[in-house]
Nanobody
Framework: QVQLVESGGGLVQAGDPLRLPCVAS????????MGWFRQAPGKEREFVAS????????LYDDSVKGRFTISQDSTKNTVYLQMTDPKTEDTAVYYC???????????????WGQGTQVTVSS
């Protein structure tokens, strides 16, 4: 099992950029794919963004498309979520996830981080 540790959360004003890193504690295997989910208070966990099938193809939820960017640095076993134009509705606990395949189905992920709180104020 790969341990995933997110950081970078906090309180930001709407429109101020924020970057969330997620570090994998061990070397990941070929095909290992990482993504981001979030859970707002009183809501179900939802997909945000991910890579697909261990490659560089990305997938985004429509709610963040054009505002968030997922990227990765394989030399550092790190994936990032760049929140360029956060809105108040983006307030949630953000979770990093890893597994085979990636995509929006959380059943495709075997490893989860502990989450990092992001609060966007107006």
């Amino acid at each position: 099992q790969v341990q995933l540790v997110e950081s970078g959360g906090g309180l930001v004003q709407a429109g101020d950029p924020l970057r969330l890193p997620c570090v994998a504690s061990s070397r990941t295997f070929s095909g290992y794919t990482m993504g981001w989910f979030r859970q707002a208070p009183g809501k179900e966990r939802e997909f945000v963004a991910s890579f697909l099938y261990g490659g560089d193809t990305t997938l985004y939820d429509d709610s963040v498309k054009g505002r968030f960017t997922i990227s990765q640095d394989s030399t550092k076993n790190t994936v990032y979520l760049q929140m360029t134009d956060p809105k108040t509705e983006d307030t949630a606990v953000y979770y990093c996830a890893g597994g085979l395949g990636g995509g929006s189905d959380d059943n495709m992920y075997s490893d989860w981080g502990q989450g990092t709180q992001v609060t966007v104020s107006s």
